[in-house]
């Protein structure tokens, strides 16, 4: 670990300090926590990660049909094979 110094305003250090004592965490230790959030949401994801990320978003959605009725509904639009 290395040790850095940053400037906090009054409130933020009133915040840390009492967020620190409910917690019954350190400072320091709310600070890195806070970093690691921090970065791990503004770190560049691939394709992959997208897509996992994605999964489910629309599952509790009431407006979209079901797989079965898109599926009726492209083969009835389909042109028949002959």
Same mark, same amino acid.
């Given at each position: ?6 400037? #906090? ?6 915040? =840390?300090?009492? #967020? !620190? ?8 230790? #709310? ?25 489910? =978003?629309? !599952?509790?959605?009431e ?20």
């Amino acid at each position: 670990m290395q040790r850095t110094q940053i400037y #906090l305003s009054d409130s933020e250090k009133q915040g =840390l300090q009492a #967020l !620190a004592m409910s917690s019954g965490l350190s400072q320091s230790a #709310l600070i890195r926590e806070a970093i690691d959030s921090f970065l791990e949401r503004h770190q560049p994801v691939g394709r992959l990660a997208r897509l996992r990320q994605a999964r489910g =978003l629309w !599952a509790a959605s009431e407006d979209l049909p079901s797989w079965p009725d898109l599926r009726s509904e492209l083969n009835s639009e389909a042109p028949a094979v002959p």
